[in-house]
């Protein structure tokens, strides 16, 4: 018996027991996960399925070496629930590119009002040089910051906001018909555009719904979520980017794709965590983009740094014809 097990001896305490304990925990949250809808407290639990997922198997791993097969095998079981929610996001459709097809590149970033540093987010920007940028939590001193963006970007609509709020869409397409909309009660502004894009219009919406933090703001965030389905319009392709604070294991996240008829841009792609940047650990999917299904995903991947709390997602995908539509095998 090494020192450490034996401190724990003369402790009174078994490592075993509290390897069980700690499984006994995930165990839990991860079922409470699934009981979201009848509170916002559990709500919260539905996020972390990678965690628990890896905590999980290897609580088990180690149980399995002091022969603790039965616990184990308990903590394996809960360990593939997970798992079986988070494998979906690594098979997506097929990408079928049309080779008249314009590609486009999206890019959303919650800038962080307070921390974020306007230099490094120019220089992503520049470098990623995306058609659609979506920026959240803007305020004037970011407009101000933000000039340069007339000139590689001149179609905009903005609606700063000094409450983490703030959002902006700029394009270096032509915009038609764009708007400031405002869901529910929480009073927090949403983007909705027709971007001018070659041989099509394509509807954008960009939004960023209240934090469930507490029972109210999360009663504000499902109802923000619940409306969103609105404003997809059935007879144009549909782009809907933004922080929506809800991951892909979320009861209300699946309730928006099931009435929107969207897709999850993160089919195929696995999972990419965006918050919070500054820890892997907890770090999960907060940033999203969903899609109409005649939008094709080319590539998705999460931006550098950009000293905010979450990390850019850049999204190229291209806008398939009525036609081709057609000739995809069913």
């Known amino acids: 018996m090494n020192a450490n097990a034996s401190?724990?001896?003369?402790?009174?305490v078994k490592p075993w027991g509290l390897l069980t304990a700690g499984g006994a925990v995930l165990c839990a949250s991860t079922l409470c996960g699934f009981l979201g809808r009848f509170s916002w407290f559990l709500d919260l639990f539905?996020?972390?399925?990678?965690?628990?997922?890896?905590g999980l198997a290897s609580l088990a791993v180690l149980l399995l070496v002091g022969r603790r097969y039965r616990t184990a095998a308990i903590f394996l079981g809960f360990a593939c629930v997970n798992?079986?929610?988070?494998?979906?996001?690594y098979f997506g459709p097929s990408i079928l590119k049309a080779d008249a097809a314009t590609e486009l590149r999206a890019m959303l970033?919650?800038?962080n009002t307070s921390f974020g540093d306007p230099e490094r987010v120019k220089a992503v920007v520049t470098a990623a040089d995306p058609d659609i940028l979506v920026l959240e939590e803007i305020n004037a001193r970011w407009l101000r910051?933000?000039?340069?963006?007339?000139?590689s970007h001149p179609h905009s609509l903005t609606k700063p906001r000094e409450d983490n709020f703030g959002i902006g869409?700029?394009?270096?397409?032509?915009?038609?018909?764009?708007?400031?909309?405002f869901l529910g009660d929480s009073e927090v502004p949403t983007i909705v555009a027709t971007v001018v894009a070659p041989g099509t219009n394509?509807?954008?919406?960009?939004?960023?719904?209240?934090?469930?933090?507490?029972?109210?703001?999360?009663?504000?965030?499902?109802d923000h979520l619940e409306r969103l389905p609105t404003y997809v319009r059935p007879d144009?392709?549909?782009?809907l980017l933004g922080d929506l604070n809800t991951t892909p294991w979320n009861y209300y996240f699946n309730r928006l794709l099931a009435r929107s008829g969207l897709r999850d841009s993160a089919r195929g792609f696995g999972v990419q965590p965006t918050w919070p940047a500054f820890t892997i650990f907890l770090r999960i999917p907060l940033d999203h983009c969903l899609h109409s299904s005649d939008i094709v995903i080319l590539d998705r991947q999460i931006g550098e740094d950009v000293s905010s709390d979450h990390f850019p997602l850049i999204i190229d995908f291209v806008v398939r014809t009525k036609q081709e539509l057609e000739k995809t095998p069913r």
């Open 236 to 239: 144009m392709p549909v782009l």
């Open 109 to 111: 970033i919650n800038v």
């Open 169 to 181: 869409l700029f394009s270096k397409l032509p915009l038609a018909d764009s708007e400031v909309v």
């Open 83 to 89: 798992l079986a929610l988070v494998l979906p996001l």
């Open 46 to 54: 539905s996020h972390f399925r990678v965690q628990y997922g890896i």
């Open 202 to 222: 394509l509807r954008v919406i960009a939004t960023h719904p209240l934090p469930p933090s507490g029972w109210e703001n999360s009663r504000l965030r499902n």
């Open 7 to 12: 401190g724990f001896f003369r402790l009174g």
């Open 145 to 151: 910051d933000m000039g340069w963006l007339a000139t």
